[in-house]
């Protein structure tokens, strides 16, 4: 089983930065295929961001330009560095793990979730 802790969200001003991290245990980590996904009440889940084959990354029309993923293989660590914070930002962000093919927007091309972390954005 592969274990994933999200941490690094809280609330910030509309503008301004926040970087989530995403810690993995009990896989090899640089194997996996990694994304972020966020969602609020009432709405599916948003692909934000992924990172495949350790190097190729992919990012979500709302977040292009503003967010940029990236990992760190000797630490087991992604990082999501959120930048221009918008209050549509908002949400519960999760990082995930899977297969390197198929398509990396679709939430069941991961096979393990974190618990997810909270940011909320203010006007």
């Known amino acids: 089983q592969v274990q994933l802790v999200e941490s690094g969200g809280g609330l910030v001003q509309a503008g301004e930065s926040l970087r989530l991290s995403c810690v993995a245990s009990?896989?090899?980590?640089?194997?996996?295929?990694m994304g972020w996904f966020r969602q609020v009440p009432g709405k599916e889940r948003e692909f934000v961001a992924s990172?495949?084959?350790?190097?190729?990354?992919n990012y979500g029309n709302s977040v292009k330009g503003r967010f940029t993923i990236s990992r760190d293989n000797a630490k087991n660590t992604m990082y999501l560095q959120m930048n221009s914070l918008k209050p549509e930002d908002t949400a519960v962000y999760y990082c995930?793990?899977?297969?390197?093919?198929?398509?990396?927007?679709?939430?069941?091309?991961?096979?393990?979730w974190g618990q997810g972390t909270q940011v909320t954005v203010s006007s």
């Open positions: 990172m495949r084959w350790s190097a190729i990354t």
């Open positions: 995930a793990a899977g297969r390197n093919s198929g398509d990396y927007t679709n939430p069941s091309s991961y096979d393990y």
């Open positions: 009990g896989g090899t980590f640089s194997s996996y295929a």
